[in-house]
């Protein structure tokens, strides 16, 4: 059973910032033709206050051939701050909860054969469920999708009189949807 857990605090970063506004008129030949600047704001050497962050999880292995996993996390976004030391009203706290499962076949590696090679490939599957950042028309947004994962081994390498070094090339596919 292994637990494990995040923390980022807020954290100021430099930024410029320029607004410009203006009007236009067409033109007979269908061409923009700027008329009037209405606004014209700029502020150099600001600075953006990123959001506080944290997270906890816990995975437990059960045996070589089962691993369990879940995960929580939250971005405190409503104490971010734009340039002009404003908080941003579309932006709301958010958070992200997430499960899966991986399964290792135990086939010996000393085995051979086209069809012990999927024996050795771990296999995964997760899913998530969260309420993103953004508020848009009074609704903050969810999200949730589900994972896909394998594991190919790759040739295993001789570190050392009786250990190993095993490569593996990770591919994932994931599945979801926002709003």
Not at 52 to 63: R, V
Not at 134 to 158: A, D, H, S, V, W
Request: glycine share 12%; proline share 3%; net charge positive.
């Amino acid at each position: 059973l292994t637990f494990g857990s995040t923390f980022a605090h807020p954290m100021k970063v430099r930024a410029n910032s320029t607004l410009l506004g203006r009007t236009y008129t067409l033109t007979a030949f269908g061409e923009d033709l700027h008329r009037d600047t209405v606004v014209f704001r700029e502020v150099k050497g600001g600075h953006v206050t990123m959001p506080w962050k944290y997270g906890f999880g816990m995975t437990w292995k059960k045996g070589e051939k089962w691993l369990f996993g879940v995960e929580h996390s939250q971005d405190l976004w409503s104490t971010y701050k734009d340039v002009n030391g404003e908080n941003d009203s579309s932006l709301v706290n958010a958070w992200k909860t997430s499960a899966g499962i991986e399964f290792k076949p135990s086939v010996p590696h000393t085995t051979r054969g086209f069809w012990s090679y999927f024996g050795k490939m771990h296999y995964r599957l997760g899913g998530y469920y969260s309420m993103s950042q953004y508020k848009l028309k009074n609704t903050q947004l969810p999200e949730y999708g589900i994972t896909l994962g394998f594991g190919f081994p790759l040739r295993r390498t001789r570190a050392g009189a009786d250990k190993y070094i095993q490569s593996m090339v990770n591919f994932a596919v994931e599945w979801g949807q926002r709003g």
